[in-house]
Structure formats: structure tokens, C-alpha cells
């Protein structure tokens, strides 16, 4: 019986340690975006609604940019905590040779059935870097056919967006507007 109470006393202590956790980083910067996009929402739904006819359609549109603009980094943010694919390392197994990357997978879901691509181990450090950077699945096969990330001020299938490094350079500067944004925004002014 005095067991059965350690074990519970143990579990409890378990739980409100996972819930005292701290974000990471990643989860920091969603934090943060998610707070700027109700800012966002309230700011330009309320000025895009009561100033047609009444700004110049330029700023409106700019309006419409800084806006779309916070909706795009947080599904960038949002997928690369939950990345689109994993990487698999298999290892050589030799007693005389370091532990080289043999081979390398991107391994990912797609129609509910597992996809595995074999890669270039070269590829490793690039790939990871896409994956933690939120880079869709079209964007690593680009990577992996390029043999490097590659940005584009213009939107182009599998490309990443020039705006993209902008804004990593910049830390995730969440205030940051990146030059190269606006080529990318087609927003319909109604």
C-alpha cells in the first residue's frame, strides 16, 4: 500500500512539472504572432471596412499586406513545429571508421500512406535547416533538385519566397515588413 502512494505522489509531481514546461522558441514566436494577428485583425479590419473611399487604395493595400502578411508567418511558424517530413541518418557499421552518414530519407505522409525519397547524405545540414524553417514539401524536393535552398522574389513552384529570408535574417522580427514582401501579395482590394 505504501507503494501505491509513492507511485501516486510521484505521477503527481510528473504532471504539474509537464505543466509548468516552458515554450520553446518556436512556440515563443507563435505566442508572439498569434498576440499580432488579434492587433492585425482589429487594426485592419477596422480601418480596411471604414475607409473605402475615404484613404488612397494604396495605403488600403497596404493595409491588406501587413495583414496577410502576419497570417503567412504564422502558418510558416506553425509547420515547422510540425514539420511536413523527417530525415532518417542510417549509420555505417564498421569498428574502424567514424560513424558516417551512410544514407539519408525524407520520409513523409501523403494520401495516408508513407513516402520515403532517398537523399544524398551531402544534403543533410540543407534539409534539416528547410525542415526546421517550415519549408513545405514542394520546397524540399526543390531543395533536394537544386542542392540548396532556393529564394525567389517572385512566386515559382517550389521556390521559397525572397520575404522568407528577409524575415529569418531579421531574427523573426516580428515588426519586421520585408522589402521583397509586396511582389508576393495579391490581395483583392473589394
Not at 45 to 69: F, N, Q, T
Request: aromatic share 8%; with cysteine.
Amino acid at each position: 500500500m505504501e507503494n501505491t502512494l509513492a507511485t501516486t505522489r510521484r505521477l503527481r509531481v510528473l504532471t504539474r512539472t509537464q505543466e509548468r514546461r516552458q515554450a520553446t522558441p518556436k512556440e515563443k514566436d507563435l505566442i508572439h504572432l498569434l498576440a499580432n494577428i488579434a492587433c492585425s485583425l482589429v487594426k485592419y479590419d477596422y480601418k480596411h471596412a471604414s475607409s473605402k473611399g475615404v484613404i488612397p487604395p494604396s495605403e488600403r493595400k497596404c493595409l491588406a499586406e501587413w495583414h496577410y502578411l502576419r497570417l503567412e508567418q504564422i502558418r510558416r511558424i506553425e509547420r515547422s513545429l510540425e514539420p511536413v517530413a523527417t530525415l532518417k541518418r542510417v549509420y555505417y557499421k564498421t569498428i574502424l571508421s567514424p560513424r558516417d552518414l551512410k544514407s539519408l530519407k525524407l520520409q513523409w505522409l501523403e494520401e495516408d500512406k508513407n513516402r520515403v525519397k532517398r537523399v544524398d547524405p551531402d544534403l543533410d545540414d540543407i534539409l534539416s535547416e528547410a525542415l526546421d524553417r517550415g519549408d513545405t514539401l514542394k520546397q524540399l524536393f526543390q531543395t533536394i533538385e537544386a542542392k540548396e535552398r532556393t529564394f525567389s522574389a517572385t512566386p515559382g513552384p517550389g521556390v521559397v519566397p525572397l520575404w522568407v529570408k528577409e524575415w529569418e535574417n531579421s531574427g523573426y522580427d516580428i515588426n519586421f515588413f520585408p522589402p521583397s514582401f509586396s511582389a508576393w501579395a495579391s490581395i483583392v482590394d473589394d
